[in-house]
């Protein structure tokens, strides 16, 4: 089974990229972030004909999340358990295939120390007691999405450039890392070892083109699911297009 993850930047903008890259990647599962994009104006009919069943969890101009399959999604969750109609919308979960799917657009951040900082940290935190409270590290379970933290300083191009700089600054990472403490297990490293390449470039000061970039979409498995691991790369190819996302999809393979 091959599951992705995609920061796709607005799904309505880029839905022609969207489109290709399903039947050309054809993945069973993709996990979208940053769909910028009302339920009511979610893409569903193009979704179906492509192959894919979804369930999604939208909010205009900016969050939203996604989960598109070709097989049944189960058990679904949008947001965590004491969130209300006002919480940004920026987690999806359900089951496929027999794997717990957890999708996450975490928060930004914005600026160091300010209350958008301390709110990433927080829903860090609650994200840490939503796995300890609803899943096993037994039983196949997946975290992915766009997490806003570079975990190592092989996921950054210049750890100089960036120390102490949002997506890379102490308090970030060790709030990422107790998530991963539950037990995850990083696809990417698991497979590919130090190799150092990138999942985001910023549209800027040609980032694309100097591969200035940072890896911060991540998929993490539970120790079961990360033995049924045989592949995981990142598709730089959908950053070539005209007018792209500046992120790129991650996915992994699973013998399931």
């Avoid at 600054?169 to 490293?189: I, L, S």
């Avoid at 792209?244 to 699973?254: G, I, K, N, T, Y």
Wanted: hydrophobic letters at 40%; proline letters at 4%.
């Amino acid at each position: 089974m091959k599951i992705a993850t995609w920061n796709v930047n607005s799904i309505n903008a880029r839905m022609e990229h969207l489109l290709d890259w399903l039947e050309r990647a054809g993945p069973d599962v993709v996990c979208l972030q940053e769909t910028k994009c009302v339920d009511e104006n979610f893409p569903l009919a193009a979704i179906t004909e492509a192959g894919y069943k979804a369930e999604f969890f939208g909010q205009k101009s900016y969050n939203g999340v996604a989960i598109l399959s070709k097989h049944d999604i189960s058990d679904v969750v949008k947001g965590f358990p004491d969130d209300d109609e006002e919480s940004p919308k920026r987690l999806i979960a359900g089951t496929v295939k027999g794997v717990r799917i957890v999708n996450t657009y975490i928060p930004n951040g914005t600026e160091l120390w300010t209350d958008k900082f301390t709110f990433k940290l927080d829903w860090l935190q609650r994200l840490r007691q939503f796995f300890d409270e609803t899943c096993s590290a037994e039983n196949d379970v997946l975290l992915c999405g766009d997490f806003n933290v570079a975990m190592e300083d092989l996921d950054v191009w210049s750890v100089q450039q960036w120390e102490g700089k949002l997506h890379f600054t102490k308090p970030e990472r060790a709030a990422m890392y107790h998530v991963k403490q539950w037990g995850f297990v990083d696809a990417f490293r698991k497979i590919n070892g130090d190799a150092q390449e990138f999942s985001w470039w910023n549209y800027r000061e040609g980032a694309w083109q100097r591969n200035r970039g940072l890896r911060i979409d991540y998929i993490w498995t539970s120790p079961a699911l990360a033995a049924k691991c045989t592949d995981c790369v990142i598709d730089r190819s959908t950053r070539e297009l005209e007018r792209p996302s500046d992120h790129a999809p991650v996915v992994a393979e699973f013998t399931i």
